[in-house]
């Protein structure tokens, strides 16, 4: 069950604060250990946060926006910000690969010799805790209240964690062996690593953008809702989608033809009510048909 909407709407804002806050942080900590140990891995990392910086200040105008409630000329609301923000966010991570795989390729032909590998280590150690530590509290708030823009700032930062621990393995093997090119290895593995996520990124946010149907089940509990009103109601033709803030269904209710229109309305009341306790702030768009109706229906065209 989703949270009440003001209640999802202040976790989302303090989780955007806490990731600009912590990527700022990081950031400054990276740019002093890249300027001790000329590190091409701590360097890729310190342009990873760079861009959460600015990934994480977008989600944080987008959530902003999101939650405004609906106006005159945007009626559904302002939700699907929050895919654009995620779109955003993705080419962010991908120009951050590309830039990596650049300078890795120029310090294959011009190796550097790596220093103050202690305080390259130091900082990354306490970056990875800081990340994990937000991390968690991100999927926490990304779960209740199905935000994608927090979502979306999450794997940013598990992308961190990951990196985070190449570079302390990478900077542990300079500093024991003195094998420098495993540093430029590393930002490699970084630099494609984020090219991926960012293409997984900007396929979730199309999807939303372009209206794609929400998962299976909750499909499933819409029509189980239906049916198990106790008037053993049917639907069909059912569509959802997901306008970032809130859940929207779409449905034909299938009635006894000899209702009255106000009973046709009570029975399409209590169908709407009872979704709406399962899913609430779910914007319904039911249209009632008479039981046994021949007529074209959307489900058969879509088998077909």
Not at 116 to 143: C, E, H, N, R, W
Not at 219 to 242: P, Q
Request: with cysteine.
């Amino acid at each position: 069950m989703r949270l009440s909407q003001s209640k999802a709407n202040r976790l989302k804002k303090i989780a955007a604060v806490s990731s600009i806050l912590l990527a700022i942080l990081l950031c400054l900590l990276k740019v002093v250990a890249v300027f001790y140990t000329g590190s091409l891995a701590v360097l890729s990392s310190m342009v990873d946060s760079l861009s959460d910086i600015l990934a994480s200040l977008v989600t944080f105008f987008a959530v902003k926006i999101s939650v405004k409630p609906a106006s005159y000329n945007y009626r559904y609301g302002y939700g699907k910000t929050e895919a654009l923000s995620a779109l955003f966010q993705s080419l962010f991570v991908a120009v951050s690969g590309v830039f990596i795989l650049y300078d890795s390729i120029l310090r294959f032909w011009n190796p550097v010799e790596l220093k103050q590998t202690d305080f390259g280590l130091a900082v990354m150690i306490f970056s990875l805790f800081a990340t994990i530590i937000l991390v968690i509290f991100q999927q926490t708030v990304a779960k209740k209240t199905n935000s994608q823009a927090i979502a979306a700032d999450s794997l940013h930062y598990k992308v961190d964690i990951l990196t985070n621990l190449s570079i302390i393995v990478s900077l542990g093997v300079v500093r024991i062996w003195g094998i420098a090119q495993v540093d430029t290895i590393i930002a490699v593995l970084i630099a494609i690593y984020l090219l991926w996520n960012a293409y997984d990124l900007a396929k979730d946010a199309v999807g939303l953008l372009l209206d794609r149907e929400l998962d299976e089940k909750i499909r499933k509990d819409v029509l189980d809702i239906v049916s198990k009103h106790e008037m053993k109601l049917k639907a069909h033709d059912l569509r959802t989608r997901d306008l970032g803030a809130s859940y929207m269904f779409e449905f034909h209710l299938e009635l006894d033809g000899n209702l009255s229109l106000y009973q046709a309305h009570e029975y399409t009341e209590e169908v709407e009510n009872l979704i709406k306790k399962k899913y609430p702030d779910a914007q319904i768009i039911i249209h009632q048909d008479p039981k046994g109706i021949e007529e074209d229906r959307l489900d058969n065209r879509l088998k077909k």
